[in-house]
């Protein structure tokens, strides 16, 4: 009789200690795979490239090309020949005004921003608006930018309004990107289609929008400025 409990026991403990080795065995392989998974979400989170957004009317979407031939694409190949770690994102909108900027704004904001170029203003100076109300409008767009991402540097590009507009008006729109440059501390571009307006071999029919020949002179102009405030990659 007490062989045979003897017997019971050692078989109950047996089975006992089997199930506990596999429960204690799933619980590691379960610990192992989530650390797994984090490790892996962690290691794209480090990969993931930073938003450079380009925010902007036609001349930034390329208007008449093809969209790897606007200077943000061109700026994009740039970036990926020298090893940065940033995604160009083009969001130009043909048409738009400073007005239809501010008012598009915070949709742009959801996305994550870590360098913001800002192009507008054009059509501003084409349509003759009031200069006072294009520099309440960039302050405007820039400040938004700047309270959702502190971090980001901000590279705001200037533009000319067409001599037909008058001298006075020329005059008071070019100063409004240098002063709002000024005084929200952003690099400054002191004009966007600097050896492109004017010349009819880097524009297309409409004379206002760039050729791709155009669109590679812009893309130089914007970088010369834009590199300085990029994080170089690791070595």
Request: glycine letters at 8%; charged letters at 20%.
């Amino acid at each position: 009789m007490q062989g045979w409990l003897f017997y019971f026991y050692s078989l109950l403990f047996g089975i006992s200690f089997l199930l506990w080795a596999c429960q204690d065995s799933n619980t590691t392989n379960a610990e192992k795979a989530a650390a797994q998974d984090a490790s892996a979400g962690t290691a794209s989170a480090k990969q993931a490239p930073a938003n450079i957004v380009f925010f902007g009317n036609s001349l930034t979407a390329g208007y008449g090309l093809d969209p790897e031939e606007a200077f943000p694409a061109l700026i994009q190949q740039w970036i990926d020949s020298l090893g940065y770690s940033y995604q160009a994102v083009n969001a130009g909108l043909s048409g738009e005004t400073t007005a239809g900027g501010v008012a598009r704004i915070d949709w742009i904001l959801k996305q994550p921003v870590a360098v913001f170029v800002l192009e507008l203003g054009g059509n501003d100076g084409l349509r003759g608006l009031a200069p006072e109300e294009t520099e309440k409008n960039l302050r405007l767009i820039i400040q938004k930018v700047k309270k959702k991402y502190p971090q980001a540097p901000i590279l705001l590009t200037g533009m000319e309004a067409p001599p037909n507009m008058g001298r006075a008006y020329t005059e008071a729109f070019r100063a409004v990107f240098a002063r709002v440059a000024e005084a929200e501390k952003t690099a400054f571009l002191r004009f966007l289609l600097e050896g492109v307006a004017g010349e009819a071999a880097l524009n297309q029919a409409d004379g206002i929008h760039p050729t791709a020949l155009g669109q590679r002179r812009v893309a130089q102009n914007v970088w010369k400025v834009l590199m300085p405030l990029l994080l170089k990659p690791k070595s």
